[in-house]
């Protein structure tokens, strides 16, 4: 099977798309016509890659996400709310006891194991505290408690070491989905087919700019023949969106659609050509009559070459 292969780049500005979530920035829709047309009976198959990206890593470690816990003292419970930012470890740490402070008046000491990572939290009041787990909120875990258990009591100068490590690693991992560019990509999250066409590394600091180029030439195949729209969204690692907090990004795609080419028959393309021009007629012979009897040509004899008389003597 004898395929060429038809290459288009399109160039995506986040600011030039249809923003599907505020200033979040993560989501958009690009309008366009006929990028793959499926009354194209040429087509064989098409293929999507990345090929160049410019993200800004604004995205913050604590954000909406992950920003909440419930603490409650004497039966009073009152939301404990981590404000959105980058943090290390001890920053974090003066954040949150300055916020359960302000709620409680000095009830608690929190420190950070330079050994294991792991919090341990101590009640210096002199009633019970009891945390627990916000919703679906994601400042349980990354506190390092057990997701497994909703709550955790400390009773008045108790010391409760946390299970697990505070995980201030943040986002580690962007997915780039689309549906229009849907692709035969599996993903864990689903146990089956993903939207995710092509994944990038976070592997720049925050407020740099995570700069990639496409040197593998990863493709993969569509599971689509008709596209006009496309819509882009960047999601994390847990596929929450990434609020980018209202900074642009650029991405290059490539559709390679790689088409049939008619087929030459075995007699070649200058007999293909030939047959386009009509042999000459010959000329139709007169009938002979009964008594008429075909004569043949007479030969003409050479002349004789006298210089050569003088060896017949």
Do not use: H
Not at 228 to 253: A, K, P, R, V, Y
Not at 300 to 312: A, G, M, R, V, Y
């Amino acid at each position: 099977m004898n395929l060429i292969k038809d290459q288009r780049l399109i160039n995506l500005n986040s600011k030039n798309g249809r923003a599907q979530n505020g200033t979040k920035n993560s989501s958009a829709i690009f309008d366009f016509t006929n990028i793959l047309d499926n009354t194209e009976t040429d087509i064989a198959y098409a293929e999507v890659g990345l090929i160049s990206a410019e993200i800004p890593v604004s995205f913050y470690i604590i954000n909406e996400l992950n920003d909440t816990i419930v603490m409650s003292v004497s039966g009073v419970n009152t939301d404990i709310e981590i404000a959105d930012g980058n943090y290390t470890g001890n920053n974090f740490i003066t954040e949150f006891v300055a916020k359960t402070t302000a709620a409680f008046t000095n009830i608690i000491t929190v420190t950070l194991s330079t050994t294991t990572g792991k919090l341990s939290i101590t009640n210096t009041g002199v009633q019970t505290i009891t945390f627990s787990k916000k919703g679906t909120n994601g400042l349980w875990e990354l506190m390092g408690f057990d997701g497994s258990n909703t709550t955790v009591i400390i009773n008045p100068g108790a010391t409760s070491v946390l299970p697990f490590q505070l995980n201030l690693l943040g986002v580690n991992k962007l997915m780039i989905n689309s549906f229009a560019l849907a692709t035969y990509n599996l993903d864990s999250a689903n146990g089956g087919y993903s939207s995710t066409f092509f994944s990038l590394d976070v592997n720049v600091p925050s407020y740099s700019l995570i700069q990639y180029q496409n040197n593998s030439n990863t493709y993969s195949i569509l599971r689509t023949n008709n596209i006009d729209d496309i819509d882009i969204e960047i999601l994390d690692q847990d596929l929450n969106s990434i609020d980018f907090n209202n900074q642009n990004w650029l991405l290059t795609i490539v559709i390679n659609i790689y088409r049939y080419i008619p087929q030459m028959n075995n007699i070649g393309f200058r007999d293909a050509f030939m047959k386009q021009i009509k042999p000459k007629e010959k000329p139709k012979e007169k009938p002979l009559g009964k008594n008429q009897e075909e004569k043949e040509p007479e030969k003409k004899s050479k002349p004789k070459d006298e210089t050569l008389d003088f060896l017949e003597n």
